[in-house]
């Protein structure tokens, strides 16, 4: 099998990836037209030009979260709980528009709406990891979340690993294969899983 071919035939989708940060990009914008809107709806109290100049910015700006997200390792995020992950990205989310907050002032003099920006940032703490979520389900639905995993050891604890495993889909490692020093297990299989 090749590299990412595994001894049972499963196939890690290298564009998944690719997927979930044209997701996160997507929500990203959505969020920021949200936030738009909102800052349009008040604009009658506190009035501001709602230009370009002033979205055009905060729209470059939020790309800098998939960066961030990328570099935390959530692309795609195999082996990461439910819980770790929800933090890191509203760990992600904080730090790069409290970030973007503080370019906007100490750079920029002020020139991005900050209504905008506060309001696509609390839409973003809920949408990105609404979206993500929504995506992940999709592709186990489909079979093509996960990347394949071999197991060193075939004693009872791999049997209760490969079961945490497939009882969880979420976690996105799928047991293809098993490694023992006992070679006389080899071609066995414990839950189905080939001892190779």
Same mark, same amino acid.
């Given at each position: 099998? &090749?590299?990412?071919?595994?001894?049972?035939?499963?196939?890690?989708?290298?564009?998944?990836?690719?997927?979930?940060?044209?997701?996160?990009?997507?929500?990203?914008?959505?969020?920021?037209?949200?936030?738009?809107?909102?800052?349009?709806?008040? &604009?009658?109290?506190?009035?501001?030009?709602?230009?370009?100049?002033?979205?055009?910015?905060?729209?470059?700006?939020?790309?800098?979260?998939?960066?961030?997200?990328?570099?935390?390792?959530?692309?795609?995020?195999?082996?990461?709980?439910?819980?770790?992950?929800?933090?890191?990205?509203?760990?992600?989310?904080?730090?790069?528009?409290?970030?973007?907050?503080?370019?906007?002032?100490?750079?920029?003099?002020?020139?991005?709406?900050?209504?905008?920006?506060?309001?696509?940032?609390?839409?973003?703490?809920?949408?990105?990891?609404?979206?993500?979520?929504?995506?992940?389900?999709?592709?186990?639905?489909?079979?093509?979340?996960?990347?394949?995993?071999?197991?060193?050891?075939?004693?009872?604890?791999?049997? &209760?690993?490969?079961?945490?495993?497939?009882?969880?889909?979420?976690?996105?490692?799928?047991?293809?294969?098993?490694?023992?020093?006992?070679?006389?297990?080899?071609?066995?299989?414990?839950? &189905?899983?080939?001892?190779?």
């Amino acid at each position: 099998p &090749n590299e990412s071919q595994g001894v049972q035939g499963y196939r890690e989708r290298r564009w998944v990836p690719w997927l979930m940060l044209v997701g996160d990009i997507v929500a990203l914008e959505f969020c920021l037209y949200l936030g738009w809107l909102v800052r349009a709806a008040v &604009n009658v109290w506190f009035p501001i030009p709602l230009d370009f100049p002033v979205y055009g910015g905060i729209t470059a700006g939020v790309l800098v979260l998939p960066v961030a997200f990328f570099l935390m390792g959530l692309y795609p995020g195999y082996g990461i709980s439910e819980v770790e992950r929800l933090r890191q990205q509203e760990t992600g989310i904080t730090i790069v528009f409290s970030s973007l907050l503080i370019w906007d002032y100490l750079a920029q003099d002020g020139a991005w709406s900050r209504g905008i920006l506060l309001a696509t940032w609390v839409f973003a703490a809920f949408l990105v990891p609404i979206t993500y979520s929504f995506l992940r389900q999709l592709l186990i639905r489909l079979g093509h979340w996960g990347m394949p995993l071999i197991i060193v050891g075939a004693r009872d604890t791999a049997e &209760n690993l490969i079961s945490i495993l497939r009882g969880d889909a979420r976690i996105g490692l799928q047991p293809v294969g098993i490694l023992d020093y006992d070679s006389s297990l080899i071609g066995k299989t414990v839950a &189905n899983v080939p001892i190779v």
